[in-house]
C-alpha cells in the first residue's frame, strides 16, 4: 500500500469518525458501540482493498467480509435494536457466506468453496427464521443437501460424483422431517410442495409410459 493510499484511507477514516461523532450530536447516540463498529468495518475494507489489488490475494475476502459483517452487526444493534434482535445472525452469517461466494468468483477452477458458501447461507436463513423448529431442521438438511447438489452442476466439480452421496441423505432428510412434522400443514409451502411431487411424479410416470 504505497504512502498516498494509506493517506487517502486514513482521510476516509478520519472522515466517517467524525461523522459517528456528529450522530452522537445530533441524535444523542452512545458513540462507543457505533466506533467499534467502524472499526471492525474498517479492518475489513483493508483486506478488501488488498483483493481489489490483486485477485490472486483470494483469502482476503474471508476475514474482509467477516469483519465487515461484524462492524453491520453491531451497528444495527445499536441504530436498529429491533431488527437486529430478530435479523442480526443473518447478516452477519450472511456476510460470510458472500467471502466464500467470492472466493468461488475469483477461483471458477475450485469447487470447495461451495460448502460453507451454502451451508452459511442456509444458516443465515435459519437464523432469520421465528417460528417451526421442525422446519428448520428440514430447511438445513434441505440446504446442505442442495449445496452438495451443486458441485456436481459446477465445471470443476463435474466428475466428484460422491457429492450425491451426502447431498442425497441431507434431501431425503430434510424431505422426511417436513412431510412428517406436519409444519407444512395449513402453510403455501405445503401446497407448492404438495404439487411439485404430483407433477415430478406425473412427469417420470408420462415419459416411462412414451418409452
Not at 139 to 159: H, R, Y
Not at 202 to 208: E, G
Request: charged letters at 5%; proline letters at 4%.
Amino acid at each position: 500500500m504505497s504512502s498516498k493510499t494509506k493517506r487517502l484511507f486514513f482521510g476516509i477514516l478520519l472522515v466517517l469518525a467524525g461523522g459517528v461523532f456528529l450522530l452522537q450530536q445530533i441524535f444523542s447516540i452512545p458513540v462507543g458501540s457505533l466506533f467499534i463498529a467502524l472499526m471492525f468495518a474498517a479492518g475489513g475494507a483493508i483486506f478488501l482493498y488488498v483483493l481489489i489489488q490483486d485477485h490472486q490475494k483470494w483469502w482476503a475476502a474471508i476475514p474482509g467480509f467477516t469483519l465487515l459483517g461484524l462492524g453491520v452487526l453491531i451497528a444495527s444493534g445499536e441504530l436498529f435494536p429491533k431488527f437486529s434482535n430478530l435479523f442480526g445472525g443473518s447478516i452477519f452469517l450472511g456476510f460470510i457466506a458472500l467471502s466464500f461466494l467470492v472466493v468461488l468468483l475469483l477461483n471458477p477452477g475450485q469447487w470447495w468453496p461451495v460448502i460453507p458458501c451454502g451451508v452459511l447461507a442456509t444458516l443465515a436463513v435459519i437464523a432469520g427464521m421465528h417460528g417451526n423448529g421442525w422446519a428448520q431442521g428440514s430447511l438445513f438438511f434441505l440446504g446442505v443437501g442442495a449445496t452438495f447438489g451443486l458441485i456436481s452442476f459446477l465445471p470443476s466439480g463435474k466428475k466428484e460424483k460422491w457429492v450425491w452421496i451426502p447431498g442425497g441423505i441431507c434431501l431425503g432428510l430434510g424431505v422426511l422431517i417436513m412431510v412428517t412434522s406436519g409444519a407444512m400443514v395449513d402453510s403455501l409451502l405445503g401446497w407448492i410442495w404438495a404439487l411439485g411431487f404430483m407433477a415430478v411424479g406425473a412427469y417420470l410416470v408420462i415419459r416411462s409410459m412414451k418409452k
